[in-house]
């Protein structure tokens, strides 16, 4: 039976667990599934904010709730995702924005700081996919969405920083890279079972209360991106929409750059 295009993008009452979902990005996203009728499970560790998100999107007559989450500790992991099947029955969707990086240059980080790193972004990714995945599988469906970076994929070029500012730091890249290939297996693994698994690939979105308020960063990094502009938060959400809808139902295994060209380069 033919299903209208845009009908393939609705959302509505599909359970959707998103972490980190309390930051610049994911709030925006949180809003956006929000918008296409999800009930979302707003997840982050600074659960003042999560809770502050969750009510103003039921302000807005949409359905979202808040759950605090620590990316580092996998107990906190595992019953947040326990709790969120509880409450409704079954997990459809999951966005995972996890990530923490030091502001260390490479040459002088620790070995807690790389670990502490590693442990966040790429470990605590992988836990959050193994999770939503228990509470996929037995339905026979759910799309899984990681969030990378263009730092997974390229490196971050040295002269564009000012001497005031160190350069992404090293640990935030690999893990975002290895974010990647974590996705392609894990697509594989799960394709006949109904579980897709994505990534999307963020490019310059940097943070308002703190690289917006440098004009020679950003500057640089303006000249640095092909469209010649940064990207703002809510050009991130539709991507997010697509992969968790019924529209992006034969896309497993991908990744989709929201850069303004960056990696194409």
Not at 57 to 76: H, N
Not at 152 to 168: E, F, K, L, Q, R
Not at 243 to 260: E, K, N, R, Y
Request: charge should be negative; charged fraction near 20%.
């Amino acid at each position: 039976m033919h299903q209208r295009a845009i009908d393939r993008f609705n959302l509505h009452d599909r359970v959707i667990w998103v972490v980190g979902g309390a930051g610049l990005l994911g709030s925006a996203v949180c809003r956006a599934l929000a918008e296409h009728g999800a009930n979302v499970i707003v997840s982050d560790l600074r659960s003042d904010d999560a809770m502050k998100l969750a009510e103003s999107i039921r302000a807005d007559g949409m359905k979202a709730v808040a759950k605090t989450l620590d990316a580092a500790d996998e107990p906190s992991i595992i019953e947040c995702c326990r709790q969120v099947v509880d409450d409704h029955n079954r997990l459809d969707a999951c966005v995972n924005m996890t990530f923490r990086y030091t502001k260390t240059a490479w040459i002088e980080m620790t070995t807690a700081e790389w670990e502490h790193g590693m442990r966040v972004s790429l470990t605590g990714a992988f836990l959050v996919g193994r999770e939503a995945a228990k509470a996929m599988l037995p339905n026979g469906r759910g799309s899984i969405v990681h969030f990378s970076s263009m730092y997974g994929v390229v490196s971050p070029d040295p002269a564009m920083y000012p001497p005031h500012i160190t350069p992404n730091p090293i640990d935030y890249g690999v893990a975002k890279a290895g974010v990647l290939q974590m996705v392609r297996y894990h697509a594989v693994a799960m394709a006949k079972q109904g579980v897709r698994v994505n990534a999307i690939i963020p490019g310059p979105f940097p943070y308002p209360w703190s690289q917006q308020k440098d004009d020679e960063f950003m500057n640089r990094l303006a000249a640095k991106v092909p469209m010649g502009r940064v990207g703002n938060a809510d050009e991130i959400a539709g991507a997010v929409v697509y992969l968790c809808s019924d529209a992006a139902s034969f896309v497993t295994g991908t990744q989709i750059a929201i850069d303004g060209g960056w990696t194409a380069w």
